[in-house]
């Protein structure tokens, strides 16, 4: 086992860069670059420093300004910093530029997802499907990204197709895209099959914003031991458990994660895996409740959900991590009486918002659980109702 000073001597020191755009505050900006830093440091960086700018639209040649990129060049001298990550998908001429200026190898947000999802890939369909996505992402940009993508000497950003595989001819890059298709393809058609063979049972998936304890309670549903880490993307092929409630039986599936910009390259590329989300019967939308972004993340995953056409589908709101959101919310001295009330009106609000389908839980805890339980028993039996009226065995 590696000690921890090896560990942390491996990590690559990096410098975050967010743009102020219309629309936006620098407030905003300032979160997202929280998540930019989270999704960094699951790929094994350390941020140092953020830089943030305000400008009505991003500089066509360099994304920032050039007082700005002077600012981050002086920073930058002398001080052991490997990598600049920007919040903002950029053009390959635009990180040519910026590394041509700083002398330091640049990535953005999209290319530093898809090397967390070239990490975390297991399967032969995950890793053919983020290679794949990594192609696609590569495809525009190779004018003038050969330089750029031998990257310094390896690291965030390198995993995946290399330098060996990738010639500096926009054909084999199109050929590549071509056989990785083809190839997943073949899986896919035998991810249907399998899909297929799962029979009459009703169909539930678990969706959600990454990191918001999906995997935590798709083991405590499923009594299974499906693999859950407090960072992002823990979970990147699906897994699916036959589950028996009260003599009811039903399939549960816990999915990839979603996330703001989530490369379109990805959501493609994963088609196989969000189809698990098309062909549920119901949808389990868990939320981080004690993110202090929680209503955005809903809004992400709606968006999403609503982009790949299964926003009709039967969904309860799972609202997680109860347990944190009233210790950052509550102060000490508050009353008992004042937190049931509060409490009280947080759930009227959503149980509104969500016509009655909305559960709120800590999966740590197993605090309501058992209600939750009821209510996805409930619902799957009302399915079964629906299609199999004259099989009462699925639903008494």
């Known amino acids: 086992m590696p000690n921890k000073k090896n560990s942390f001597k491996e990590q690559e020191r990096a410098v975050l860069i967010g743009l102020v755009q219309k629309g936006q505050t620098e407030h905003q900006v300032q979160e997202y670059l929280d998540e930019l830093s989270f999704l ?31 600012e981050i060049k002086q920073y930058i001298a002398g001080k052991n910093i490997r990598i600049i990550i920007f919040d903002d998908e950029l053009s390959g001429s635009q990180i040519t530029n910026i590394e041509k200026a700083l002398d330091i190898k640049t990535i953005d947000r999209t290319d530093l997802i898809l090397d967390i ?3 975390r890939a297991k399967t032969a369909q995950a890793k053919t499907q983020v290679e794949l996505a990594q192609y696609q992402y590569l495809l525009p940009r190779l004018r003038g990204m050969w330089k750029h993508l031998e990257r310094l000497g390896g690291g965030i950003g390198t995993r995946g197709p290399g330098e060996s595989e990738i010639e500096t001819d ?53 009594k299974s031991d499906v693999f859950a880490e407090n960072k992002l993307f823990a979970t990147l092929d699906t897994t699916t458990r036959k589950i028996t409630y009260e003599s009811t039986p ?74 944190l959101y ?71």
Do not use: C
């Open 250 to 323: 039903f399939l549960l599936s816990d999915t990839v994660g979603f996330i703001r910009k989530l490369p379109h390259h990805l959501v493609e590329s994963f088609k196989s895996t969000l189809d698990e989300v098309r062909e549920a019967d119901v949808l389990l939308h868990v939320v981080d409740i004690s993110h202090p972004n929680y209503e955005e993340q809903i809004g992400v995953v709606n968006q999403t959900l609503r982009e790949i056409g299964v926003s009709e589908k039967p969904i309860i709101t799972i609202f997680n991590k109860m347990d």
């Open 170 to 222: 926009r054909r084999i890059a199109r050929d590549k895209i071509s056989l990785l298709r083809k190839r997943l393809s073949e899986i896919e058609k035998q991810s249907l099959t399998q899909r297929k063979e799962r029979g009459e049972f009703i169909r539930v998936a678990l969706v959600g914003y990454t990191n918001v304890g999906k995997s935590t309670i798709m083991n405590i549903l499923s």
């Open 117 to 119: 999802f070239a990490r």
């Open 326 to 396: 009233e210790k950052d919310v509550f102060d000490e001295w508050l009353g008992e009486s004042t937190k049931k009330e509060l409490l009280k009106d947080l759930e009227e609000r959503w149980n509104r918002e969500t016509k009655e389908n909305a559960v709120f839980v800590s999966a740590i805890e197993l605090k309501n659980i058992k209600k939750l339980k009821q209510i996805l028993l409930h619902k799957v039996k009302e399915l079964y109702h629906i299609r199999y009226p004259y099989r009462s065995e699925f639903y008494n």
């Open 40 to 70: 960094a440091e699951t790929a094994g960086a350390s941020s140092v420093k953020r830089f943030i700018q305000k400008l009505p639209h991003p500089d066509s040649k360099t994304f920032i300004g050039k007082g700005k990129l002077e």
